[in-house]
């Protein structure tokens, strides 16, 4: 595995800085990997990885990823909250890495809620 | 729990969700000496008395979302069972202070599990003005991860950027592996 330093990090500082200028804009949509005891134990941190590494790969800048905490079902966990902006979240449950995979593809790129996957739509909205 | 990295992941979102603007994680592989020590500390609201002694009882929470605790109930028990100890220090208002001591070899010892994946996933969690160290000590080598160096270098653009991320996941994946080799 090669060396890596700390400077190499000025390289991406920068290229990020030239997309962030690009966008100019606030992000377009928010996803919410819920992180409890629950959710750790069921397999988020797993999630939450696959999903940044495919944003990465798919190079979607104006897509925000965050964590929350137990939303109360922790027996449908992992569970991941998606909003797209001026759309109602929708909250999906029993992820795995592939139908996380299936979600950002669908819903957040193409708009299109995963039915089959989502617990419900909702009202609340932090984005 | 699969393994430790886990559990050290849902101390650190406790740590997060007590507001501690410091965090820092210390592990501490003490091969020769039979011994694997893992410490959380964070200047966080902290917990009186009273909720302290009530802490480790899985079935205490101060959530209002579920009636169960388990976070930090289930590292106590990963400890005890390789006939380590568990001790947790908190004052309201300054922080808590948690130390699981594990015998290094013990058959019940889970693994320490991807700490790589698991700083890396704090730091989507860390709020603005939140910072966290992580040391990792394996007998005389050490590597040593600081988001306040890290922040100085990006200068404005955010950790939790998803390009950044996975740098850092490398980053600290590189520096565990070389203190794993100087071992060798």
Same mark, same amino acid.
């Given at each position: =595995?090669?060396?890596?330093?700390?400077?190499?990090?000025?390289?991406?500082?920068?290229?990020?800085?030239?997309?962030?200028?690009?966008?100019?804009? @606030?992000?377009?949509?928010?996803?919410?990997?819920?992180?409890?005891?629950?959710?750790?134990?069921?397999?988020?941190?797993?999630?939450?990885?696959?999903? =940044?590494?495919?944003?990465?790969?798919?190079?979607?800048?104006?897509?925000?990823?965050?964590?929350?905490?137990?939303?109360?079902?922790?027996?449908?966990?992992?569970?991941?909250?998606?909003?797209?902006?001026? @759309?109602?979240?929708?909250?999906?449950?029993?992820?795995?890495?592939? @139908? =996380?995979? @299936?979600?950002?593809?669908?819903?957040?790129?193409?708009?299109?809620?995963?039915?089959?996957?989502?617990?419900?739509?909702?009202?609340?909205?932090?984005? | 729990?699969?393994?430790?990295? $886990?559990?050290?992941? #849902?101390?650190?979102?406790?740590?997060?969700?007590?507001?501690?603007?410091?965090?820092?994680?210390?592990?501490?592989?003490?091969?020769?000496?039979?011994? &694997?020590?893992?410490?959380?500390?964070?200047?966080?609201?902290?917990?009186?008395?009273?909720?302290?002694?009530?802490?480790?009882?899985?079935?205490?929470?101060?959530?209002?979302?579920?009636?169960?605790?388990?976070?930090? *109930?289930? &590292?106590?028990?990963? *400890?005890?069972?390789?006939?380590? !100890?568990? #001790?947790?220090? +908190?004052?309201?208002?300054?922080?808590?202070?948690?130390?699981?001591?594990?015998?290094?070899?013990?058959? #019940?010892?889970?693994?320490?599990?991807?700490?790589?994946?698991?700083?890396?996933?704090?730091?989507? +969690?860390?709020? *603005?003005?939140? #910072?966290?160290?992580? !040391?990792?000590?394996?007998?005389?080598?050490?590597? $040593?991860?600081?988001?306040?160096?890290?922040?100085?270098? &990006? +200068?404005?653009?955010?950790?939790?950027?998803?390009?950044?991320? *996975?740098? &850092?996941?490398?980053?600290?994946?590189?520096?565990?592996?070389?203190?794993?080799?100087?071992?060798?």
């Amino acid at each position: =595995m090669k060396k890596l330093k700390i400077g190499d990090l000025e390289k991406i500082r920068n290229k990020v800085r030239r997309t962030a200028v690009l966008r100019q804009g @606030k992000s377009r949509a928010k996803i919410t990997i819920h992180m409890g005891t629950c959710g750790i134990a069921a397999g988020a941190r797993d999630i939450l990885s696959a999903l =940044m590494q495919e944003i990465e790969k798919k190079k979607l800048n104006d897509v925000i990823v965050t964590t929350s905490g137990c939303a109360g079902l922790c027996s449908r966990e992992p569970m991941a909250t998606v909003e797209i902006t001026d @759309k109602p979240p929708v909250k999906y449950v029993d992820l795995t890495k592939e @139908k =996380m995979k @299936k979600i950002l593809e669908q819903h957040i790129i193409k708009g299109n809620i995963v039915n089959e996957y989502a617990l419900a739509v909702g009202s609340e909205r932090t984005h | 729990m699969e393994d430790l990295s $886990l559990h050290i992941l #849902d101390i650190v979102e406790n740590s997060v969700a007590a507001g501690a603007t410091n965090i820092e994680v210390e592990i501490d592989e003490r091969i020769t000496e039979n011994l &694997l020590i893992i410490k959380i500390k964070d200047n966080g609201k902290g917990m009186d008395k009273e909720t302290l002694v009530k802490v480790l009882d899985p079935f205490y929470t101060t959530k209002k979302t579920r009636r169960v605790g388990l976070g930090l *109930s289930m &590292l106590a028990q990963a *400890s005890k069972e390789t006939g380590g !100890r568990f #001790d947790i220090k +908190s004052e309201p208002g300054e922080g808590t202070d948690i130390t699981a001591q594990f015998v290094y070899n013990h058959i #019940d010892r889970k693994p320490l599990g991807n700490m790589a994946e698991t700083i890396a996933a704090c730091l989507v +969690s860390l709020e *603005s003005g939140m #910072d966290l160290r992580y !040391r990792h000590r394996r007998n005389n080598n050490e590597f $040593l991860f600081d988001t306040k160096e890290i922040k100085k270098v &990006l +200068s404005g653009v955010a950790i939790s950027n998803v390009e950044v991320i *996975s740098f &850092l996941r490398q980053y600290i994946e590189v520096g565990l592996n070389q203190i794993a080799k100087k071992e060798k």
